[in-house]
């Protein structure tokens, strides 16, 4: 059986920060066409929430965009330079 917890409303959850692609390039130092290629193409980077057309992700996502861009770039150095 399970037993649910049930959260008052006197009591605040905290939101975690979501962010756009926009934001996420924008932190991240890269031009937006980069980090949407990146989402597009990697499965494994979900977005948190979806809020119409706007795609929203966690903390988390930015990483692992930064991890695949490191890729991408350590691949480019090795194959041009």
Known sequence: MTILRRISPETPTPIPPLLTPGLMAHDLGVPL??????????????????????RLYRSEAVAKVRQELDLQDSHRRGRHG
Do not use: C
């Open 33 to 54: 066409h980069r980090v949407l290629h990146i989402l597009r193409t990697r499965k494994h980077i979900q977005p948190r929430a979806v809020a119409g057309n706007i």
